[in-house]
T-cell receptor
């Protein structure tokens, strides 16, 4: 069975602070895929990143960066210099390999991020 | 990315009735999925909508309660039948773009259902 744990239920920061959202996963698959999504108050899920298990390079996209540590089964997400518009619920998700897993994501419980001006 | 239109965006329904949610994609996709997000909870996959054949349901979800249609490669509907307050959730349609190593899963804006 697969499992994604986002231990931080809510985080509150002041604008311009850096913030890291934690994600720990469990899977028996040797190949798997990890995702982060943002859900702003409007409700839609916005795709942020997809990481393959066989690619352990960390990634930076503007103010966003992701730290993939296979040894600790973690895929943490950092927002640098946070802004009010970053306020949202952030979900980490996992998909196993294989055709039958196509499109089937296991989501974490989500972390509510509030950025205060 | 993918442009996914979901209708209705929200609805309030009476117990015992049904609601049909539509999902339209801007281009053909092989696979479409329906997820449920219960209040304050994470997302759970309901089923995979297969074009030309019956949907594939995840454990805990059955066709009688959640009938799904997929008449073509750009459209699907999810019906939530015999509504009860426990069905109050956000229902989201999703599609997968590109296969294999570059697969990305995109979501519609969701349908917020409240059952009285």
């Amino acid at each position: 069975a697969q499992k994604v744990t986002q231990a931080q239920t809510e985080i509150s920061v002041v604008e311009k602070e850096d913030v890291t959202l934690d994600c720990v996963y469990e899977t028996r698959d040797t190949t798997y895929y990890l995702f982060w999504y943002k859900q702003p108050p409007s409700g839609e899920l916005v795709f942020l990143i997809r990481r393959n298990s066989f690619d352990e390079q960390n990634e930076i996209s503007g103010r966003y960066s992701w730290n993939f540590q296979k040894s600790t089964s973690s895929f943490n997400f950092t927002i640098t210099a946070s802004q009010v518009v970053d306020s949202a619920v952030y979900f980490c998700a996992l998909r196993g390999a294989g055709g039958t897993s196509y499109g089937k994501l296991t989501f974490g419980q989500g972390t509510i991020l509030t950025v205060h001006p | 990315s993918a442009v996914i239109s979901q209708k209705p965006s929200r609805d309030i329904c009476q117990r015992g009735t049904s609601l049909t949610i539509q999902c339209q994609v801007d281009s053909q996709v092989t696979m479409m999925f329906w997820y449920r997000q219960q209040p304050g909870q994470s997302l759970t996959l309901i089923a995979t909508a297969n074009q030309g054949s019956e949907a594939t349901y995840e454990s805990g979800f059955v066709i009688d309660k959640f009938p799904i249609s997929r008449p073509n490669l750009t459209f699907s509907t999810l019906t939530v039948s015999n509504l009860s307050p426990e069905d109050s959730s956000i229902y989201l349609c999703s599609v997968a773009r590109t296969g294999g190593a570059n697969e990305k899963l995109f979501f519609g804006s969701g349908t917020q259902l409240s059952v009285l």
